[in-house]
């Protein structure tokens, strides 16, 4: 009996000692989080009965060990998964690709032949030069008669032009050769970029197999190395026409393996791997703070936000194409997140590049205004507004503006605000001048008693000098006093529609063709003279 347990022991320390098993696993599909990937891959290996040790290749440089799932064939147990970036065996040999080694082969054979001609250019020249050392020596031979000389003429002459048009052959067999090798080289370039990048990760599995043949193997597993963010491009052709909204997403993703054509599915959820089983609680609303999108810390936030205007090009409208991206994708929406299930495969590559991905074309039904703050920006923007906009499934991103066949410029989509219309910037409308001036005779100073009282008067003028009428709304402000000594009052404001808790003044204005339009705003402000008050 105990020389049995022995041998047991002999036999299965032999099994585990075993040369292990290499397989390179293929990304089969992934689906990216705001933070984080999940990866799925396949591989197979061939195994005989017992016990062995895998090591799955190409795997992402860095993975979440706890959210490894392997999935096989019931004849094969898995006794444990182990992640590593730093796997070396003896066993492991790292062979090239068939495509890279025929290259390799032709470009040594091509360098040899090479080397064949520059040697025989070599030869040809050296006997050149013999003969016209050998003919210099017979010159200086006086002893030769004319019979003779006339015939070390004839053979110098046509021995030298046969050397000479030998070089000349094996020249241009050079040049073609050279040729040759020059594409070969950029063949091997090529196909060394488009070979497959093998990653630094490695899974180490121990297993046990019951029966001997091909096993599949199903990986999947977290890795934090690929986000991506939503991204929109909006095409208008006229304040009378829809929205064209192009919903894209830009992909990031550095997990050291290239992603060849597979399944993407983006969802804007948080991935969760804890395997202990979930239970529900009671689900409480609360209040948050808006998070507000800038892009220029000198924009008052109460008021439209500056567009940074990158380019203007006369580019028209590609057309669309007749089969809809939208056809392709699948909408997935729960109470927390939106998932998007993408059926044309992708290239994402491992290169920490922003790689665009289309997700769904929407027609979006628009009401144009225009919009100006010239307290701000003395410019109009022109505003489209979306109503009942929570159906389109939108998230926060940055999006390209395409007005009438013009990019003007970025804006900011943001679906989580307080009222129930979307407002979108289309940009800037420099036909509709503004001006805003301050009216000196209607303003000044005066002193009473232990107070000052200053008077402030602004007139705003507004002309349309387009061809057809618009409505903007125009928006002006006045101070408010959080101080008992400091006593405003709004002495003009043109039938502003005014809101007192805030100081703004709105009015909704419709202008004609080249119609000009005056609007005067006055206030006073009364403070005790001794003080000072610095943002007046």
């Given at each position: 009996?105990?020389?049995?347990?022995?041998?047991?022991?002999?036999?299965?320390?032999?099994?585990?000692?075993?040369?292990?098993?290499?397989?390179?696993?293929?990304?089969?599909?992934?689906?990216?989080?705001?933070?984080?990937?999940?990866?799925?891959?396949?591989?197979?290996?061939?195994?005989?009965?017992?016990?062995?040790?895998?090591?799955v290749?190409?795997?992402?440089?860095?993975?979440?060990?706890?959210?490894?799932?392997?999935?096989?064939?019931?004849?094969?147990?898995?006794?444990?998964?182990?992640?590593?970036?730093?796997?070396?065996?003896?066993?492991?040999?790292?062979?090239?690709?068939?495509?890279?080694?025929?290259?390799?082969?032709?470009?040594?054979?091509?360098?040899?032949?090479?080397?064949?001609?520059?040697?025989?250019?070599?030869?040809?020249?050296?006997?050149?030069?013999?003969?016209?050392?050998?003919?210099?020596?017979?010159?200086?031979?006086?002893?030769?008669?004319?019979?003779?000389l006339?015939?070390?003429?004839?053979?110098?002459?046509?021995?030298?032009?046969?050397?000479?048009?030998?070089?000349?052959?094996?020249?241009?067999?050079?040049q073609?050769?050279?040729?040759?090798?020059?594409?070969?080289?950029?063949?091997l370039?090529?196909?060394?970029?488009?070979?497959?990048?093998?990653?630094?990760?490695?899974?180490?599995?121990?297993?046990?197999?019951?029966?001997?043949g091909?096993?599949?193997?199903?990986?999947?597993?977290?890795?934090n190395?690929?986000?991506?963010?939503?991204?929109?491009?909006?095409?208008?052709?006229?304040?009378?026409?829809?929205?064209?909204?192009?919903?894209?997403?830009?992909?990031?993703?550095?997990?050291?393996?290239?992603?060849?054509?597979?399944?993407?599915?983006?969802?804007?959820?948080?991935?969760?791997?804890?395997?202990?089983?979930?239970?529900l609680?009671?689900?409480?609303?609360?209040?948050?703070?808006?998070?507000?999108?800038?892009?220029?810390?000198?924009?008052?936030?109460?008021?439209?936000?500056?567009?940074?205007?990158?380019?203007?090009?006369t580019?028209?409208?590609k057309?669309?194409?007749?089969?809809?991206?939208?056809?392709?994708?699948?909408?997935?929406?729960?109470?927390?997140?939106?998932?998007?299930?993408?059926?044309?495969?992708?290239?994402?590559?491992?290169?920490?590049?922003?790689?665009?991905?289309?997700?769904?074309?929407?027609?979006?039904?628009?009401?144009?205004?225009?919009?100006a703050?010239?307290?701000?920006?003395?410019?109009?923007?022109?505003?489209?507004?979306?109503?009942?906009?929570?159906?389109?499934?939108?998230?926060?991103?940055?999006?390209?503006?395409?007005?009438?066949?013009?990019?003007?410029?970025?804006?900011?989509?943001?679906?989580?605000?307080?009222?129930?219309?979307?407002?979108?910037?289309?940009?800037?409308?420099?036909?509709?001048?503004?001006?805003?001036?301050?009216?000196?005779?209607?303003?000044?100073?005066?002193?009473?008693?232990?107070?000052?009282?200053?008077?402030?008067?602004?007139e705003?003028?507004?002309?349309?000098?387009?061809?057809?009428?618009?409505?903007?709304?125009?928006?002006?402000?006045?101070?408010?006093?959080?101080?008992?000594?400091?006593?405003?009052?709004?002495?003009?404001?043109?039938?502003?529609?005014?809101?007192?808790?805030?100081?703004?003044?709105?009015?909704?204005?419709?202008?004609?063709p080249?119609?000009?339009?005056?609007?005067?705003?006055?206030?006073?402000?009364?403070?005790?003279?001794?003080?000072?008050?610095?943002?007046?």
């Amino acid at each position: 009996m105990k020389k049995f347990l022995i041998l047991l022991f002999m036999f299965q320390a032999s099994l585990y000692a075993q040369k292990p098993v290499f397989t390179t696993a293929k990304v089969k599909a992934a689906t990216v989080y705001f933070n984080a990937a999940e990866i799925s891959q396949t591989a197979s290996v061939n195994l005989p009965a017992g016990t062995h040790e895998i090591v799955v290749k190409n795997v992402a440089n860095w993975v979440n060990e706890n959210s490894i799932q392997i999935g096989t064939s019931p004849t094969l147990t898995v006794l444990s998964v182990q992640f590593t970036d730093n796997y070396i065996s003896e066993y492991e040999i790292d062979t090239n690709s068939p495509s890279v080694k025929k290259v390799k082969d032709s470009i040594l054979i091509v360098k040899k032949e090479i080397v064949k001609i520059v040697n025989a250019k070599v030869s040809e020249g050296k006997t050149i030069d013999l003969l016209d050392k050998n003919q210099q020596v017979s010159g200086q031979n006086s002893g030769l008669n004319v019979t003779e000389l006339m015939k070390m003429v004839d053979y110098y002459k046509a021995k030298r032009t046969e050397l000479s048009n030998s070089i000349n052959l094996l020249a241009e067999k050079e040049q073609k050769l050279n040729e040759t090798l020059q594409k070969l080289n950029d063949k091997l370039e090529v196909n060394n970029k488009n070979e497959e990048k093998i990653s630094s990760g490695k899974l180490v599995l121990q297993v046990m197999n019951e029966v001997a043949g091909n096993v599949p193997l199903e990986i999947s597993y977290l890795t934090n190395s690929a986000t991506w963010s939503p991204f929109y491009d909006l095409r208008a052709n006229s304040v009378a026409s829809p929205i064209e909204m192009m919903y894209k997403a830009q992909v990031v993703q550095s997990t050291g393996i290239d992603w060849k054509n597979v399944k993407l599915t983006l969802s804007s959820g948080v991935p969760n791997q804890n395997n202990q089983a979930p239970l529900l609680q009671a689900w409480f609303l609360r209040y948050g703070y808006e998070q507000e999108y800038k892009q220029n810390d000198d924009v008052r936030s109460n008021e439209l936000q500056e567009v940074v205007v990158q380019a203007i090009n006369t580019r028209k409208d590609k057309a669309l194409a007749k089969a809809s991206i939208s056809n392709f994708t699948t909408i997935s929406e729960n109470q927390l997140n939106i998932s998007f299930d993408i059926d044309i495969p992708y290239d994402i590559l491992s290169n920490g590049k922003k790689h665009s991905v289309a997700l769904k074309e929407i027609k979006l039904p628009a009401t144009y205004k225009y919009y100006a703050a010239p307290t701000v920006d003395k410019e109009a923007f022109l505003l489209a507004e979306i109503s009942d906009y929570s159906k389109y499934n939108l998230l926060k991103g940055e999006a390209n503006i395409i007005f009438e066949g013009m990019y003007v410029g970025k804006t900011f989509v943001d679906p989580n605000q307080t009222s129930d219309t979307l407002n979108l910037s289309m940009g800037r409308d420099k036909k509709i001048s503004i001006k805003r001036e301050k009216v000196v005779d209607k303003s000044g100073t005066k002193f009473l008693s232990s107070n000052k009282m200053q008077t402030f008067t602004f007139e705003t003028t507004v002309r349309n000098n387009k061809k057809e009428a618009v409505q903007l709304m125009l928006k002006d402000q006045y101070p408010l006093s959080t101080d008992k000594e400091i006593e405003i009052e709004l002495k003009q404001s043109d039938n502003a529609k005014v809101n007192a808790e805030t100081g703004i003044l709105t009015w909704d204005l419709n202008l004609k063709p080249n119609e000009t339009k005056k609007i005067r705003i006055s206030y006073t402000v009364k403070y005790p003279k001794n003080k000072i008050i610095d943002n007046l």
